[in-house]
């Protein structure tokens, strides 16, 4: 069984909790305590249907403004895959939550109402994922049954949303277009028999059917070292791995490989998974390998393939989420975490703030406040090596941390 990280969105009102707590409900994924609260609830409010929001709504404020405020994680199964829901709020206050609740996604759900159409709040949700570079993007239009499921209606929503796919750069990204009503169950779980004119998959049909097996394209394999192990025991005493987990391709036995940022040369020996040994280690395995020479590896240093190296840089370029209430300026200094790497970090150069709704960039700017994203460049205080995010989810991404607060203040995509 495979599994399977999907990132929602919407507007205020799109009726996402509700699409989520119908899954849940219809996959019988609530457990039996839940149901009862969710039927007295609804009952107390004094609606003659379910309220499925209540399912996902945790915090005491979204419950009683009937909003998302906080990011959540649901998860649940079928027989088919396992699923990992990261329920975000769809405010524009709250965008640097949607970039956080995006950030580890496979697919993403993007809710629009069908009674209102794409609005400004679609366009930001679309940057966001285009931002990331989610592959596969779910438009579901909700509440059909307020518009007696016009095909027309629909339509018009498609080709909105398909003219603003032609202002993305990312060309590989697959957009699917499913028309439900969260509230009655329609196209959820079960097929509408109301829309005949809709010959696709249901939602739950569609998710099942996303090959989780498709890792960051065809990116170069990273090994970040996380930690050095020396049992220095009599039966291991010269015993020397170097453990962490393997991003992008995979590793094998007798690869030629490079240390960074040493660049001395070496090749894999062996590659362990605790007690077992493997000849070859795939993207997304926590390992441990040994190589043939003995050689200078510590922690925070990284193994590629010898013909794969990085750019290794002091200065980078980078699109960044600003996500503290004290705005970015130039010259500020924080620390940069890329990776299980800390280095110290200076703002050298703020160019641009990004438009979210894809009308182009406003320039001549002092400062990044929260929520916004913009284009800036970096100077850290020793090599890093990486790559640019769009060929390289893991290595092309980084966090500011604020040294005076530890505070998490933006997460940045690197150019």
Same mark, same amino acid.
């Given at each position: 069984m495979g599994h399977l990280k999907i990132a929602t969105?919407?507007?205020?009102? &799109?009726?996402?909790?509700?699409?989520?707590?119908?899954?849940?409900? &219809?996959?019988?994924?609530?457990?039996?305590?839940?149901?009862?609260? *969710?039927?007295?609830? @609804? +009952?107390?409010?004094? $609606?003659?249907?379910?309220?499925? @929001?209540l399912a996902t709504d945790g915090l005491i404020a979204e419950r009683e403004q009937g909003i998302t405020i906080d990011v959540a994680h649901i998860y649940f199964s079928t027989p088919a895959k396992s699923f990992i829901i990261a329920d975000s709020p769809g405010h524009v206050e709250y965008t640097r939550n949607m970039v956080?609740?995006?950030?580890?996604?496979?697919?993403? *759900?993007?809710?629009?109402?069908?009674?209102?159409?794409?609005?400004?709040?679609?366009?930001?949700? $679309?940057f966001i994922n285009n931002l990331l570079r989610i592959k596969e993007v779910i438009v579901a239009v909700n509440k059909m049954d307020l518009v007696n499921f016009s095909e027309e209606k629909f339509q018009t929503i498609k080709n909105e949303i398909n003219y603003l796919a032609t202002? @993305?750069? /990312?060309?590989?990204?697959k957009i699917t277009f499913i028309p439900i009503s969260a509230l009655n169950g329609d196209n959820v779980v079960e097929k509408s028999t109301k829309m005949s004119w809709y010959q696709g998959e249901t939602l739950l049909d569609y998710l099942e059917n996303i090959d989780t097996t498709l890792t960051n394209d065809s990116a170069n394999a990273r090994f970040p070292i996380q930690t050095v192990i020396r049992p220095k025991t009599a039966e291991y005493h010269d015993f020397r791995a170097y453990a962490g987990k393997i991003y992008g391709g995979d590793f094998s036995v007798g690869d030629? #490989?490079?240390?960074?940022?040493?660049?001395?040369?070496?090749?894999?020996?062996?590659?362990? /998974?605790?007690?077992?040994e493997f000849d070859t280690a795939l993207s997304g395995?926590?390992?441990? =390998?040994?190589?043939?020479? &003995?050689?200078?590896?510590?922690?925070?240093?990284?193994?590629? +393939?010898?013909?794969? *190296?990085?750019? *290794?840089?002091?200065?980078?370029?980078?699109?960044?989420?600003?996500?503290?209430?004290?705005?970015?300026?130039?010259?500020?200094?924080?620390?940069?975490?890329?990776? #299980?790497?800390?280095?110290?970090? +200076?703002?050298?150069?703020? @160019?641009? =703030?990004?438009? !979210?709704? $894809?009308?182009?960039?406003?320039?001549?700017? !002092?400062?990044l406040t929260l929520n916004q994203i913009g284009d800036i460049q970096i100077k850290v205080s020793k090599p890093? /090596? $990486? &790559? !640019?995010? +769009?060929?390289?989810?893991?290595?092309?991404? /980084?966090i500011l941390i604020n040294p005076k607060t530890n505070n998490t203040v933006g997460v940045g995509f690197i150019k």
């Amino acid at each position: 069984m495979g599994h399977l990280k999907i990132a929602t969105a919407g507007s205020v009102d &799109d009726g996402k909790s509700t699409l989520i707590g119908r899954l849940l409900y &219809d996959t019988k994924s609530l457990t039996t305590d839940k149901l009862k609260a *969710i039927e007295e609830k @609804s +009952k107390q409010r004094g $609606f003659d249907y379910l309220d499925f @929001s209540l399912a996902t709504d945790g915090l005491i404020a979204e419950r009683e403004q009937g909003i998302t405020i906080d990011v959540a994680h649901i998860y649940f199964s079928t027989p088919a895959k396992s699923f990992i829901i990261a329920d975000s709020p769809g405010h524009v206050e709250y965008t640097r939550n949607m970039v956080t609740g995006a950030s580890n996604a496979q697919a993403s *759900i993007i809710l629009v109402d069908a009674r209102n159409g794409v609005i400004e709040q679609t366009y930001r949700h $679309f940057f966001i994922n285009n931002l990331l570079r989610i592959k596969e993007v779910i438009v579901a239009v909700n509440k059909m049954d307020l518009v007696n499921f016009s095909e027309e209606k629909f339509q018009t929503i498609k080709n909105e949303i398909n003219y603003l796919a032609t202002k @993305s750069d /990312f060309e590989a990204q697959k957009i699917t277009f499913i028309p439900i009503s969260a509230l009655n169950g329609d196209n959820v779980v079960e097929k509408s028999t109301k829309m005949s004119w809709y010959q696709g998959e249901t939602l739950l049909d569609y998710l099942e059917n996303i090959d989780t097996t498709l890792t960051n394209d065809s990116a170069n394999a990273r090994f970040p070292i996380q930690t050095v192990i020396r049992p220095k025991t009599a039966e291991y005493h010269d015993f020397r791995a170097y453990a962490g987990k393997i991003y992008g391709g995979d590793f094998s036995v007798g690869d030629p #490989v490079l240390v960074l940022p040493s660049l001395t040369k070496s090749t894999i020996k062996n590659i362990y /998974f605790f007690d077992q040994e493997f000849d070859t280690a795939l993207s997304g395995s926590s390992v441990s =390998i040994t190589l043939t020479n &003995d050689v200078n590896v510590s922690r925070g240093d990284m193994i590629v +393939k010898i013909d794969e *190296i990085p750019t *290794i840089a002091k200065e980078l370029e980078a699109t960044i989420c600003w996500m503290d209430k004290e705005p970015l300026q130039n010259a500020q200094k924080y620390y940069l975490k890329h990776g #299980v790497n800390d280095v110290q970090a +200076k703002i050298t150069h703020l @160019s641009t =703030i990004l438009k !979210t709704d $894809f009308s182009g960039v406003e320039e001549n700017t !002092t400062a990044l406040t929260l929520n916004q994203i913009g284009d800036i460049q970096i100077k850290v205080s020793k090599p890093l /090596f $990486f &790559d !640019t995010y +769009k060929k390289h989810k893991y290595n092309g991404a /980084f966090i500011l941390i604020n040294p005076k607060t530890n505070n998490t203040v933006g997460v940045g995509f690197i150019k």
